[in-house]
C-alpha cells in the first residue's frame, strides 16, 4: 500500500477516460472523495494519506495494479507460466475491455471441471456476459477434445449468442500454434500452445504497443474469416455443427447426440459451483 503523498495526476485521467466519467465531479462521486481535492490532484498536486489509500483501493488494492489496469507499460513484457503467473495479470487486459477477440487452436487436451483455477477472471467474465452484458467475446476453436466443446456448448446456451460468437475448425494432427487473445485495439495476450496436461511452464506475453495489437489484428481477421460459424451457423442447428465436430476427434466417431447432452448437462451442474472457462 502506498506510503505519505503521492503524485497520482495521471493515474486519475486514465480512471476518468477509462471509465467513461464526463466530469472532475463524476470521478469525485465514483471515488467518493471531495471534488476540491481530487481538482487539485489532477492538476499534479500531491495525494495524501488517507486519501491515497482509499483510491487506490478502489482503482485495484494497491497502485501496481492501478497502474497495469488504467496506466499499462507500452512494449512486449515475457512473463515465464502461463499457469502460474497472477490473475491480475490477465484481469488486468480484460478490465475496461468491451471486446475480445481470442484462438484456441492446436490443443488437444483440457483441464477437468474440477481444476479450479482463475476462478476471479472466470467469475468476472461471466457476470459480464450474463449481468451486466458489456463484453462482447468472438473465438476461434479448433474442436480437438470432447471436453472443450461440451463447455463451448454449455457457454452458448448460458451467454447466448448476441454477445458471444464461436467459429471453429475441425479435428486435425496437431501443429504447434501460439494462441491469443486481443483486448479491443488496446493489448493482446500471445501463448498457449501445450499439448498435454495444464500450461504450468509456458512462457507467454502480452503488448500494450498499437502495432504490435495491429500486427495481431490482421492475424485474426484471417483465422476468422477461414473458420466455419458455430454459433451463428446459417447451414443448420449449432448442437448439431458441433457434434459433427466432435465425431471428427479419433474414439469419438460413434458418440450419440444423447451422450453429448448428458455431458453438457453435468457441465451445467459444475459450473454452478465454479464457472466454466469462457
Known amino acids: 500500500m502506498p506510503k505519505g503523498s503521492q503524485n497520482i495526476s495521471d493515474l486519475l485521467r486514465a480512471y476518468k477516460e477509462r471509465e467513461g466519467l464526463s466530469n472532475v465531479a463524476a470521478v469525485a462521486r465514483a471515488l467518493d472523495v471531495p471534488e476540491t481535492r481530487l481538482a487539485n490532484w489532477m492538476k499534479k498536486t500531491p495525494c495524501r494519506q488517507p486519501y491515497l489509500d482509499q483510491i487506490v483501493q478502489k482503482l485495484g488494492g494497491s497502485l501496481e495494479i492501478a497502474e497495469r489496469r488504467y496506466l499499462p507499460k507500452p512494449g512486449v513484457h515475457v512473463f515465464s507460466s502461463l499457469m502460474r503467473e497472477s490473475e491480475e495479470v490477465f484481469l488486468s487486459h480484460f478490465y475496461g475491455a468491451a471486446t475480445v477477440d481470442e484462438t484456441r487452436i492446436g490443443i488437444e487436451t483440457y483441464p477437468k471441471p474440477d481444476e479450479r483455477y482463475r476462478k476471479d477472471l472466470n467469475t468476472t467474465i461471466h457476470r459480464r ?3 451486466t452484458r458489456d463484453l462482447a467475446i468472438r473465438k476461434v476453436e479448433q474442436i480437438n477434445c470432447v471436453e472443450r466443446a461440451v463447455d463451448l456448448a454449455h457457454n452458448i446456451r448460458t451467454f447466448g449468442t448476441e454477445h458471444y460468437e464461436i467459429r471453429v475448425y475441425s479435428y486435425a494432427s496437431r501443429i504447434p500454434y501460439l494462441n491469443f487473445a486481443i483486448f479491443d485495439k488496446r493489448s493482446v495476450i500471445a501463448g498457449g500452445y501445450h499439448k498435454q496436461g495444464r500450461p504450468d511452464e509456458e512462457p507467454f506475453m502480452d503488448c500494450f504497443d498499437q502495432p504490435f495489437v495491429g500486427l495481431y489484428r490482421k492475424l ?7 473458420a466455419e460459424p458455430l454459433s451463428h451457423s446459417r447451414k443448420e442447428k449449432w448442437e448439431d455443427v458441433l457434434l459433427e465436430h466432435v465425431k471428427k476427434i479419433p474414439g469419438n466417431g460413434n458418440l ?4 453429448f447432452e448428458a455431458m453438457v448437462a453435468q457441465r451445467a451442474e459444475d459450473a454452478k459451483k465454479y464457472p466454466a472457462r469462457y
Open 256 to 259: 450419440s447426440s444423447n451422450d
Open 129 to 131: 456476459m450474463t449481468e
Open 220 to 226: 485474426w481477421e484471417y483465422v476468422w474469416n477461414e
